[in-house]
Every structure is written in C-alpha cells, then in structure tokens.
C-alpha cells in the first residue's frame, strides 16, 4: 500500500508505516529523489529502533480527513513510547514538513536521539554526494540538491559509511563532504519524563542548482524556510484542502446519505485527481510510480492521452474546467505528432516517455473527449481553438481505416488498450467510430462560426460526407469481422478471439452498436460466464494473468455497471459499483486490480482511470436516483 500527497510541484508517497518511499519535485511524475529513507529513535542505551518497522511497533494511520495530510501514529510498546509523525507539502512553500511528537507514555525517563538515514538516487552521469553546511544536511548532485534540516541544532551528523554504525543508533564522522549518497543526520530530542512530550519539525527541501547556487545562495533559503511558521503552514494547507473538496463537490455528495466509504472515495478522487495533474501543462499521471526498475511492467507514472481522457470527463462532472481545458489545450497541442497521431504515453509535462508502440484509440479518443467537454459548457470557442488538431488527428484516423479496410498494410500496427496485441481490435475500431461522430459534431458546431469563411465551410462539408459514409464502412467491418458464429458473439480480436471487457466500449461509451441487440446480449452472456470471478468482480480478458492473478478490475466492474444502466437493468449496476466500492483501500483509494483473497486493491494502488470511472458511474447512478 502506498499514500501519497503533495502540492503540484513537490509529491511525496508513503508506505502503511509512514516511511517515506518516493519524493518527486517538478512534478508528480518527474523527477524522484529518494531511494531509501529511514527514520529511528535510539532510546536510552538501545540500539536504533526503526520506525517503521519494529517488532515492537503498532501503528495507526490516516489521512486528515478531506485533506492531503498523512498522519501516522506509531507506538512502540517495549519503551511505551508514542510517536505521532504528521507528514505534508505546504500549499505555497516546496518542501516535506515531517513533524514528529513525540510523547513518553511509560514510568521512566526516555532520553532520546532521532536519527535519518537518506540514501538519494545516483548514476554515473550525476554523482550524488554529501555535503554537511550550516546545520543542514545536502545531498548534492550536478543538477538538484536535497536538504535535510531542522530550527534544532543537530547532535551529530555522518557523510560515508553510514550504514555501518546507524544501526547502533550513533553516527558521526570527520567528514564535512564526501563523495556518497549516503548520508545521516541526528537530533538530541533530551531526555522526557514521563508523561512529557516533545516535537521537531524536520524539513525535506529539494533545490534546483540553476535556481539557487549551492554554494551562495542556498544558504539563505535554508534560514528563510527555518523562519516558516509551521503551525500557520499546517493550518493553511488543511484550510485549502478542505475548502478544495467543497468547491469541487459538484454532486453534492457531502451532504446526501449516501455510503461514507462512497463518499470517502469520492473525496479521495478529488483530492488525488489534483495531486496527479500538471499544473503547467495539464497533462494526468496514470498513478504514482510504483516500479522504477522495471521488474512486473513497463512503469506507471505517466500520462496516457486514452486514460486521461477518462479522467477529464471524471472532472467535467466535478467541474474541474481550467485543468480539463489546460490538458486540451496545452498538453494535447504540445503532445500531437506532425501525422496527427499521439504516441503511447508521455510524461506529464508533454516530454515523450519510453513508449514500445503506439495504440490509435488513443488518438480517436481525443477528439471525443474535446467534444465531452464541449457539451458541458457550450463553447464554441474552445471547439475553434482545437479544430486543426482534431482534423489532423480524423486524416491520421482515416488513414489508419483505410489501412486496415483496403488491407493495404502500409502503416504500423496499433497495440490494443491493454498494450498487449499488436494489430486490429474491435475497441479500437470503435473508438475511432465515436471520433468520426464526435468530429460531426464538432464541425456543425464551428460552422456556425465560419459561416464567413466559405472556403472552410466547403471543406467541412466535404470532410462531413467523407466521415458519414467512414461511419459506415467501419460499423459494417466490425460487423462482419468480430462475430465469432462459434461462440455467437463479439470476440476483441480475429487472432485470439477472446472475450474482452473492452468489447462494451462499442456500446457505452462508444454507441456503435445497441445494448438491447440480440448479439450484444449474447456477448453479454459469455461475458458473465467467462469474465466473472468467484468474488463478483470482471477480469479484462479470457485467461488475464497479469501481475500473477485472474483479479478483477475496478474498471471492468464500472464499464459492467455502464453497461446494465444503459439496459436498465439497476440493481445489477449497483451490484457492479458495490464491489469496486467495497474493495477500495481504508482511505478511499482504488486500485487497478481487486485481489480475490482479500477483496482490497492490488498493484496500483489510486490509479486515475479507476477513479475517473468511478465517478462517471456515481453521477450515472445518483441521476437515476438510485444511491
């Protein structure tokens, strides 16, 4: 499990017990920092007790509630000591306030030395090092430097070979500045009697050396952040957050009867869909990375154009304009290849992230998602200002159809949405179905405003009649090239044909066939008795072993309960929202996966699209009435 919080500018993620696993400054996405960083308390002649993972320690956590302030609750029962670590990123100042209280809950005096041991991601190319200057810990390199320090004077402090001697619980050394990425730092909190407490603000700074000198003028920064009225900080930021949630509280959830654990995620999405948005360019991070080495996928923490769209129609409902505008508006502009075409992913300041392939829904489903946006407020303005990257984005489109209609095989193929085949899917073709309808749509809405401009307007009117009948030629290839007469029923593919959750996109969101038409509930039907788990829940696909589990997905459970709204079938679309409900985590967060044993989020734990579609299934449901 894994919580995470931040300010746009600086995020920080956390494990169940507090420790500080990844802290990310410029972005949520870019760049990460901390490779290791533990916390421990030497108490009287012990050795170093760890934190965050004692024998002895029992912990309680939390977020403040309708905040993105971490609250950790540790007690070790052997010194009956109690530590309450309050972790969070101030709304206008880029650092991680770590505030320890710590309070003596024995019949003893407790002398006590808080130590921190950071080890800092390094490489050949940008050394990390260490360098001990005006009671600060920095852990430098040629680009960044990230300090640790406090207004408290530190007791001692090492440069090399900390971990040799930490674990005793003393460090120090002759070294001011050495050439590791490991270095600690150590606090002499005194000694507490019983029943006394006692606390210490610990800063986390990362500094950009091409901003402030590390030499001159950090310095300067370090005292004036020491000068910071942390309680006003702490203060301010609660005060934002909670305002935050309210403002955007479009459904009025908050004051309804409703499920709390639905309204504990419904809060939770507002407050991460924030954390994982690039204030700059709009772009959405899929999740907080969670595999920076590679070892179970292809990493997580960047924008995806098909996700995002999810999550910006997810905003449209809680009346996000500016981000969803911004993402359009900047970050699509900026992404768009010269073809028209946007590659897989991308890091959410529009830089292009390691991509293996490209998939064409991803494209399609920009154009649709423009014109989501268009029929929540109407602007004809904003279609105008996108209307070249939508035509770029529909000529790439049709020359992908005809690619695959006339069999001309002159263009790549396209992965499917779960990145895993390479070649013509029946999601993907109906994706691009619904950008051919949402472009009809667009162009009838700037015709009105061209009307001046006659040589445009006989352009549309071509490019009109060129999509009507493109509509056509694509419904009637799915038609005829996904019914499998074997099974009765859509298969995702001509390859594998399997049964894949993804086939519902030709119905909702993409209404390219009917939910009530015989061969749709056929396919229906398979999908129940092959997708289905023992739990309730929908994997995405025949024999899904990804991560090492036929699990289900949030998403597979919500794009069902699209599915049987569409049918009128309600009970069985709250069946299909109360499992993703049910398996969200202790603070409202849902995963990508549901695992079967413990029916709580695996993998990816707060991924957007999951929450993206939990609110687009939450104003379906609380439109009907039925929650």
């Not at 959410?348 to 064409?360: K, N, V």
């Not at 509509?471 to 001509?494: A, G, Q």
Request: with cysteine.
């Amino acid at each position: 499990m894994m919580e995470s919080f931040g300010n746009g500018k600086v995020t920080a993620t956390f494990s169940k017990t507090g420790e500080l696993l990844r802290l990310f400054y410029g972005s949520s996405d870019y760049k990460q920092f901390i490779e290791q960083f533990e916390v421990g308390v030497k108490i009287n002649d012990s050795a170093m007790i760890y934190l965050h993972n004692d024998i002895n320690n029992l912990y309680n956590q939390k977020y403040i509630k309708d905040t993105n302030i971490l609250q950790t609750e540790i007690l070790n029962t052997y010194f009956n000591l109690q530590i309450i670590q309050t972790d969070f990123v101030p709304i206008k100042e880029n650092i991680l306030v770590k505030n320890y209280r710590l309070i003596n809950q024995s019949n003893r005096n407790l002398a006590i030395n808080l130590l921190i041991y950071s080890k800092v991601l390094t490489n050949i190319n940008n050394d990390t090092c260490g360098f001990f200057k005006d009671d600060c810990l920095i852990q430098y390199n040629h680009d960044y430097s990230l300090c640790i320090f406090s207004k408290e004077k530190p007791l001692s402090y090492q440069i090399n070979n900390v971990q040799a001697n930490i674990m005793e619980g003393v460090i120090g050394g002759k070294d001011y500045i050495g050439m590791s990425p490991d270095s600690g730092i150590s606090y002499d909190l005194q000694t507490i009697e019983p029943g006394e407490e006692v606390n210490l603000n610990v800063y986390v700074y990362v500094n950009d050396n091409k901003e402030k000198c590390l030499l001159n003028d950090l310095d300067n920064e370090i005292n004036r952040i020491r000068k910071i009225d942390i309680k006003t900080e702490f203060d301010e930021t609660d005060k934002y957050w909670k305002k935050y949630v309210k403002d955007y509280d479009k459904l009025n959830i908050e004051k309804s009867d409703i499920n709390e654990k639905i309204k504990k995620i419904y809060k939770r999405s507002i407050l991460l869909f924030s954390l994982l948005t690039n204030k700059e360019t709009g772009g959405i991070s899929a999740g907080m990375e969670v595999d920076e080495d590679k070892t179970k996928c292809g990493r997580y923490s960047y924008c995806w154009t098909r996700d995002a769209v999810f999550v910006t129609r997810a905003m449209d409902i809680l009346g996000m304009k500016t981000e969803v505008e911004k993402f359009y508006n900047i970050f699509c502009k900026k992404t768009q290849s010269k073809t028209g075409r946007w590659q897989q992913r991308f890091y959410t300041d529009g830089r292009l992230a390691p991509c293996w392939g490209y998939q064409i829904d991803e494209t399609a489903s920009v154009i649709i998602g423009i014109y989501d946006h268009f029929k929540k407020y109407k602007d004809k303005t904003f279609l105008k200002n996108n209307l070249k990257m939508c035509e770029n984005a529909i000529s790439y489109l049709q020359k992908y159809v005809d690619d695959v209609l006339l069999e001309k095989n002159q263009l790549l193929p396209s992965y499917d949405l779960w990145e895993e085949f390479e070649g013509v899917t029946l999601y993907s073709m109906a994706s691009i179905f619904a950008s051919y309808h949402a472009m009809l749509k667009i162009y009838k809405n700037v015709k009105t405003i061209l009307e001046n401009n006659r040589l445009k307007v006989e352009a549309i009117n071509k490019k009109t009649q060129s999509l009507e009948q493109g509509m056509i030629d694509i419904k009637e290839y799915c038609l005829n090239t996904f019914f499998d007469d074997t099974k009765k029923s859509y298969v995702r593919n001509v390859k594998d044909k399997k049964l894949d959750i993804s086939i519902l996109g030709a119905i909702t969101p993409f209404e390219m066939f009917l939910p009530k038409e015989k061969n749709i509930q056929n396919t229906i039907e398979r999908i129940n008795m092959t997708l289905r788990t023992y739990t309730g829940g929908y994997v995405r696909y025949e024999e899904d072993r990804y991560m090492g589990g036929y699990n289900p997905w949030p998403i597979a459970n919500l794009w069902m309960a699209c599915y049987n709204l569409e049918m009128g079938e309600n009970k069985k679309a709250l069946e299909n929202f109360e499992f993703v409900t049910n398996s969200s985590s202790d603070y409202g967060f849902l995963g990508e996966q549901v695992s079967n044993e413990s029916m709580k989020p695996a993998w990816v734990i707060g991924l957007t699209w999951s929450h993206a579609m939990y609110i687009i299934v939450l104003e379906k449901l609380k439109k009907k009435g039925l929650i």
